[in-house]
T-cell receptor
């Protein structure tokens, strides 16, 4: 199993551009989530999904969209990038209601100029 | 919403010493408290977790304690080794359908000197 796969690993954007961070998992996990990691602030939840067709906002959802059309994929869309969205983004999955262990992807480092 | 505070932000110990990291949470509905370790440039990985019906849990050199009344929980690492050097994050959630909705602390940079 590859686990949780994120692409791209690095990306530089200009202010106002849009892009999609891809996330896929091959563990048949029900739940998937996106976090951003900033220095001194830990990881903060952006969006969350408990299954295909079901998404929910996290702590910092503004400026980001998600959709979950399949169990495997959970892409994160930046609509109009801003410098405040410069961060490291982690996608994660977990089995579902019976287990809290998150399995993280390798992360995507995004810089917005 | 939930708020998790973590202390200290940095911790430096000599190899073989013990290390303790403390966290407090605000939401009394939280009942699941994991700890993640993140090595430099790597993804966070779960090292231990505890649920609110348990006061203490051990796994070899690592232990976690929970005080529900005071709303705080702690990570204890004994006989530290240089490979324990990493950033450690505590987190909290209400479990169940919110298992993946973690609120993280700010992180503790642990350095173990040989």
């Amino acid at each position: 199993n590859a686990g949780v796969t994120q692409t791209p690993k690095f990306q530089v954007l200009k202010t106002g551009q849009s892009m999609t961070l891809q996330c896929a998992q091959d563990m048949n996990h029900e739940y998937m989530s996106w976090y951003r990691q900033d220095p001194g602030m830990g990881l903060r939840l952006i969006h969350y999904s408990v299954g295909a067709g079901i998404t929910d906002q996290g702590e910092v959802p503004n400026g980001y969209n998600v959709s979950r059309s399949t169990t495997e994929d959970f892409p994160l869309r930046l609509l109009s990038a801003a410098p405040s969205q410069t961060s490291v983004y982690f996608c994660a999955s977990n089995v579902g209601i019976w287990s809290g262990e998150l399995f993280f992807g390798e992360g995507s480092r995004l810089t917005v100029l | 919403g939930e708020n998790v505070e973590q202390h200290p932000s940095t911790l430096s110990v000599q190899e073989g010493d013990s290390a303790v990291i403390k966290c407090t949470y605000s939401d009394s509905a939280s009942n699941y408290f994991p700890w993640y370790k993140q090595e430099l440039g790597k993804r966070p990985q779960l090292i231990i977790d505890i649920r609110s019906n348990v006061g203490e849990k051990k796994d070899q050199r690592i232990a976690v304690t929970l005080n529900k009344t005071a709303k705080h929980f702690s990570l204890h690492i004994t006989e530290t080794q240089p490979e324990d050097s990493a950033v450690y994050f505590c987190a909290a959630s209400t479990g169940g359908t919110s298992y993946g909705k973690l609120t993280f602390g700010q992180g503790t940079i642990l350095t173990v000197h040989p």
